[in-house]
C-alpha cells in the first residue's frame, strides 16, 4: 500500500511540475527495403531546468542490453552495435543544446534493420523511455500461378514468389465475382529463409475437375503482415466441361460446330463439280 501510494504521488508530482518526460515518439512503422537515403526516428522529451545536467538519451534495438546509439549534451555522439557506420552523427533535431542530437538519421536502411526501436532518456533525477517498431520490408523479386493435370480429373495448381522479408503469407483463392473470392483451405504452403534474409514462400493444391466450373478463374495472393504490401497473380483454367458436363477435353473427339459443317460441305459440292467437268471432256457425248 505505501509502494502505491509512492508511485501514485510521485506521477502526480511529475504531472504537476513538468518533470523528465517523452513528448513525442517518430518512429516509421513502414520502409522498403533500400527505398530511401536515410530514414529519421526521433524522440521528442521535455524537462524541468533542474534536469539539464545529467541528461542523457539513448536508443535501443530490439530489446538488447547494449544501446546502439548513445549522446550526452555537450559531446559527441555515438552509434554502436547494428548501427555502427549506419547514424548520420551530424545530424540535429533541435537548436536546443540539450536536445541537439536526441535523433537517429539511419542511412540507407535494409531488411536487416527491422525490429523494436526503444527511446530512453535519463537524468540524475528520473528515466523515461518509450518504443515503437520499425518494418523494414522487401518486395518479391518474381512472382508465378501455374497449374498443370496429373491426370484424368484432377488440377494441380502452384504459386510461388521469391526474396520477400519479412516472412510473408500466401493465399489461393477461385474468383466468385467482383466483390467476392473463395480462398481454398486445402492448399498447403512452405516458406524458405535463404542464406541472405529473404523468404521464399510457394503453394500447392490439387482439385477436382468435377467440383469447378467452366473457365475457373484463380488467383495466389502474397502479403507481408504489419505492411500494406501485395501482390497477386492469376490464370484462367478450364476443366474442358461443355453446357452439358460432358468431358470435351484430353484428346476427346469434340464435335464440328455448324460453321465447320458448312465449310465441309462447301468442300464437297466444289469437289464434285469438278468431277463432272472432268467427266463431260472425257466424253463429251
Known sequence: MK???TVTLRALLCSLVGALHIEELVVPAVVRNASRSSVILDCEYGFESYERNGLVVKWFWNLQPEAVYQWIPGKKPKALGVLRGRVNLSYRASSDEAKRHRALEILE???DLTGNYMCMVSSFHDEVFA???MTVYAPATGMNLTYH???YGRVNLTCEAE??????MMKLYRHIDDNNNEYLEEAVVTTVLRDHGGFDISLHATLEDANLSRETVFGCIVLIPNTDYKLRRQTIYDPG???YGSYAGGGALALPNS???LNLLAMFSCTSLVLLLALYQLHPH
Do not use: Q, R
Not at 526474396?163 to 510473408?168: A, D, I, Q, R, T
Open 3 to 5: 509502494f502505491s501510494l
Open 109 to 111: 536502411p535494409t531488411t
Open 131 to 133: 518504443s515503437k517498431n
Open 149 to 151: 493435370k496429373p491426370d
Open 163 to 168: 526474396g520477400l522479408f519479412p516472412e510473408p
Open 241 to 243: 466441361y461443355d453446357a
Open 259 to 261: 460453321a465447320s459443317i
